[in-house]
Every structure is written in structure tokens, then in C-alpha cells.
């Protein structure tokens, strides 16, 4: 059925359905002719989850490449390899700690170059070096275990979680694809240091991005497999006095459905996690990249990727989960103002949103500093836009994902979860355009748990917008670039800059509360995250 309703002179069409109500509301432009008001609908069902994460979903790497890693002419990892990143830097400490916990990769395309530097080991442990005749133009490196003492001092007073990518082509010989089996001689003794000095673990990956076609090199799916189930024995010989095991994580690399079929099917009960990359994007110098990211009919093209993994792990019948292990977009470094400015968190919130959508259990971000794509500046370690996109994220979108979809425009991008340690739910709008202000109902699409309405005493129970049956406060994070210049590296949070104090404390990220019976405003070129506490819902409670 459907009733022909009049508020607030605005012409809305009720339509009944069996399981919940659209609104289809008319839009007009702003009759000056500067900027375009649009009034749509996210309609949120209520009724299930479609998707679990982790509680430290959000995840962020670090990387080995070494100062002189250039890309395009421009050399952007500086002193931010895990061999030489200063650990003493007072920022680098708090924007971790902000997290509470942070989820970390260590890893990246020099990981299957290095050795560890053991007590079994005899060669000598020298830094990367650059040679142009070798995979990725430079010599193979080592992990002092002095650095790696380092290294885990700072993990525990930053309280993160690490999972370890180690070397995975030992042993093998490298012609156009890589041949025989992992020898794990060097990696046993380093996870066996690491355990003797009660390092906290929470997975070891095997190799990286040598899946399928692989970059550099490749290994077979079924070789792979094989050695999964080493380092499996390996890791759980080594833990045998340790109730909680580590995670066994593979492979680390991009996604070919017939190759991770083979892959997952062989390793059987040795796969913990599957992890796979993304850099949908495309290379860092390409000059579209701004036009990609605000095209929603790009976005969602990589969405075959998540869902066709999530179908064949369903299908395979393993327990192991998905992961996003490494994404940074673009790849080759990123893109300066770019992938390190306000415009790369639509592209990042976005892949965050429609990754948990198809039940991935963490993603995590290329990188934490490092590249054009970092979350803290590479030279400063001021943080930039996306690591308070990701911040918000951690602390507001909980574990359960919710089913949403918007109506009015394809140019917002719109996701919503049951709330973080909280009641209710938490949504987040991204809206692309350039000169539209969206004003947002929400509707819940529900069952008789939910706020409803009776029309008449013979009448079914028909659910109206969740804003005509609250009147209490919601909380709203808005983001916006500095100046409107969407490749600003200043992000603003309800009209405010967000910047570090000269102490290198991170900000308080702060709501502005909005009467719930208002719509949800979201500005051309911004990013909306709006929990509202009261909202009572089935798959939340």
C-alpha cells in the first residue's frame, strides 16, 4: 500500500513492503543556482548481520623498503623502514596508542629478502643496498635481533598487535617462477628467539604477493600449500607451552580465483587466514586517480574481489578467514597530495565499508609512515587525513555490519554498523560531489523490535524514518578538507583542524550532537559518521 503524506512541505511517498519502508523523496536544486540541495534516504536493514570484523579491523603496515627506494623520481620512504624508523618519536608513540590496540603487518615486497640475524646463523648481517640487477633493484637484507629487541620494546609500550611476514622464497631457486621447497631453517631460529624472549605475536605470514602471477616471482599453489603446513608444525612446536597460538596467515598476495581455490583446498586445517592485496587504483603516477576515486561506478568494481574470495572460502568449507593484508591503492608509493590528502578517505572509508560488507576480518592499510600513502607523515609524523578517517573508524564502527544502501544519489557512499561499545548504530556517509548538500533520512527496515507505528487498529505495523520516532541526540563527526581543497593534507572535524600539540598529542575527536529529528546533513566533499545511540536494532541487540 502506500499513503501520500505531507511534513515539513515536503511531497513523500510511504510504500509498504512486507519487510520495510522506502521513502522516495522529490529533489531540488537551491534555485540560486550556486549549490544543489538533495534530500534521500539511507535505508538500513536492521534484521541480520551480513558481515563480522575484528575489534582491531583496522590495520596498518610497516614497510622495509630503504631511503633510496624512489619511485617516478621521487623518493618518499625516508627514514621509514623498520630497520632505521626512530621509535623514540613522541608522535609515532601516541598516534599508535590512540588505537588501543593497532593492528600491525610488518612486511612488504623486501620481506622475501631478509634474513635473521640468529644465533644458528653464520652469514653476516648486513643492511639492504641498492643493485639494479637484482628483483626490486636491491640486494637481499637483514634483521639484526638488536633491532628486532627494539622494535618489540616499542610494540609493547605502544600496546599493538603484530603480525610477522617472513621471508618465503629460502631455498628456492628463482627463474621466472620460483622452484622446490621453503627452506625454514633461518625462520624457525628467529621464531624461536622471538618466543624465548616472550614477544607478543598475533600471526606470521608466509611470503609476499607470490600467489598466482605474483610480482617478482611466483610459487605453485600446491608448493605453497606444503609449506604452509611447515611453518604450521614450525609455529606450533615452537608455542607448544603457550596455550593461545599464533595465527598461520597466507599468502599475502593478489587474488586469482583458481589459484587461492587450489591454495586453500590443499592447506586444509594449516590456514588460519587467508590475506590477499589491493591496489585497485592503479600505478601512483597515473593522473586519474582523483577522477577513479570519485567515480562510485570505479569503486565499486573491485567489490567482485571481495565477494568472489568470500565465495570461495564458503565454498571450499575451511574455517580460515579474510584478510585485507596490504592496500594502499595505489601502488608504487602512492601519489604525493593525492594518496596523502583528504580526497585518498573517500577511497579509503570506502574500501574499509565495502570490505567489511563481504565478512573480511582486517584490513590493513599500506602503510603506517612511509610512501606517499602513509597515515603519518614520513618526515614530521604529523598525521595525515586518513589516520583520523581511521581513527574515527576504530572507535565508532563496531563488529557487526549492517546492510544499507541510500537513495537519491549514486554520488554517497553509505555503510552502517551495530556501534562500537556502545548502544545503537554508527553510519557513515561519504558524499563524492563536488556542489550537492545531501540531507539524509534514515529508515530502518525491521521486524515488531523496532520503532514502528500504528496507523490504524486494523492496520499492519508500517515503520516510519527512525528521526519521526526519537527525538533525543545523535552524535555526528563531520570531515571536511581545509579551505574545501580536497588534496588539503589539514583534515577539519566539525569546522575544527585537527593537529598534534606540542607535546605530540593526538587530538580529541569530538562529536557535535544533533537533535535525532533532523536529517543528517552532509556537505559537498565530506564525510559524515553519525552514531545514533537510541537506535533499537534486531542484529545489535
Known amino acids: 500500500m502506500g499513503s501520500k503524506i505531507k511534513l515539513l512541505g515536503m511531497c513523500i511517498w510511504l510504500f509498504y513492503l512486507p519487510s520495510f519502508t522506502f521513502i522516495v523523496v522529490n529533489t ?65 608513540l601516541n598516534a599508535v596508542k590512540a588505537f588501543s590496540p593497532l593492528k600491525l603487518r610488518l612486511g612488504g615486497s623486501l620481506q622475501d629478502k631478509v634474513i635473521y640475524e640468529t644465533e644458528n646463523d653464520q652469514q653476516p648481517c648486513t643492511p639492504f643496498h641498492a643493485d639494479t640487477s637484482q628483483m626490486f633493484g636491491f640486494s637481499q637484507g637483514c634483521l639484526p635481533m638488536k633491532r628486532w629487541d627494539e622494535l618489540n620494546n616499542f610494540f609493547e ?77 614450525i609455529v606450533y612446536n615452537a608455542y607448544e607451552e603457550i596455550d593461545l597460538k599464533p595465527l598461520i596467515i597466507a599468502p599475502g598476495g593478489f587474488f586469482s580465483a583458481d589459484w587461492f581455490k587450489e591454495f586453500i583446498s590443499k592447506s586444509g586445517t594449516s590456514l588460519d587466514v587467508a590475506s590477499h592485496h589491493i591496489y585497485n587504483l592503479g600505478p601512483g603516477v597515473d593522473e586519474h586517480l582523483v577522477e577513479k576515486i570519485l567515480n562510485p561506478s570505479y569503486l565499486d568494481g573491485v567489490a567482485s574481489t571481495f565477494r568472489d574470495l568470500k565465495n570461495v572460502l564458503e565454498s571450499s568449507g575451511t574455517a580460515a578467514t579474510a584478510w585485507v593484508g596490504e592496500s594502499g591503492g595505489a601502488y608504487n608509493s602512492g601519489h604525493h597530495l593525492v594518496s596523502d590528502a583528504f580526497v585518498y578517505s573517500f577511497w579509503y572509508l570506502d574500501q574499509l565499508g565495502m570490505s567489511a560488507a563481504y565478512d573480511t576480518k582486517t584490513y590493513c592499510r599500506q602503510s603506517l609512515i612511509g610512501g606517499n600513502y602513509c597515515l603519518l607523515n614520513t618526515t614530521n609524523f604529523m598525521p595525515n587525513p586518513d589516520y583520523y578517517s581511521a581513527l574515527l573508524w576504530h572507535r565508532l564502527m563496531g563488529r557487526h555490519v549492517l546492510s544499507t544502501t541510500f537513495s537519491g544519489t549514486k554520488k554517497i557512499r553509505a ?33 515488531k523490535n523496532f520503532l514502528h507505528r500504528k496507523m490504524s487498529d486494523d492496520s499492519k505495523l508500517v515503520k516510519l524514518p527512525l528521526h519521526y520516532a526519537t527525538e533525543t541526540a545523535r552524535e555526528e563527526y563531520h570531515l571536511t578538507p581545509h579551505d574545501g581543497n580536497i588534496h588539503s593534507q589539514i583534515m577539519l572535524l566539525n569546522g575544527n583542524i585537527l593537529t598534534v600539540n606540542s607535546d605530540g598529542d593526538i587530538p580529541s575527536l569530538e562529536p557535535t550532537y544533533v537533535n535525532s529529528s533532523n536529517p543528517i546533513i552532509v556537505a559537498p566533499y565530506s564525510i559524515v559518521f553519525a552514531h545514533i545511540p537510541d537506535a533499537v536494532v534486531k542484529a545489535c541487540i
Open 28 to 92: 531540488q536544486d537551491n534555485e540560486s543556482g550556486r549549490s544543489a540541495t538533495l534530500k534521500g534516504s539511507v535505508v538500513i536493514n536492521g534484521r541480520s548481520v551480513i558481515g563480522n570484523i575484528d575489534d582491531d579491523f583496522v590495520c596498518a603496515t610497516l614497510d622495509w623498503w630503504p631511503p633510496q627506494k624512489c619511485d617516478y623520481g621521487r623518493c618518499s620512504w625516508g627514514l621509514a623502514s623498520l630497520l632505521n624508523l626512530d621509535l623514540n618519536n613522541k608522535i609515532l
Open 157 to 233: 609500550k605502544a600496546g599493538v598487535k603484530i603480525v610477522f611476514g617472513l621471508n618465503a622464497l629460502v631455498g628456492r631457486t628463482v627463474s621466472g617462477s620460483a622452484v622446490g621447497p621453503w627452506n625454514y631453517t633461518n625462520a624457525e631460529s628467529f621464531i624461536r628467539y622471538t618466543v624465548s624472549k616472550n614477544y607478543a605475536i598475533d600471526g606470521w605470514e608466509l611470503g609476499n604477493e607470490l600467489s598466482g602471477s605474483g610480482v617478482g616471482t611466483s610459487i605453485s599453489a600446491d608448493q605453497y600449500a606444503s609449506d604452509l603446513t611447515a611453518l604450521r608444525n
Open 415 to 447: 555503510y552502517a554498523h551495530c556501534s562500537k561499545q556502545s548502544k545503537g548504530i554508527t553510519i557513515l556517509l561519504i558524499n563524492l560531489d563536488s556542489s550537492t548538500t545531501v540531507e539524509a533520512d534514515v529508515t530502518l527496515s525491521s521486524t
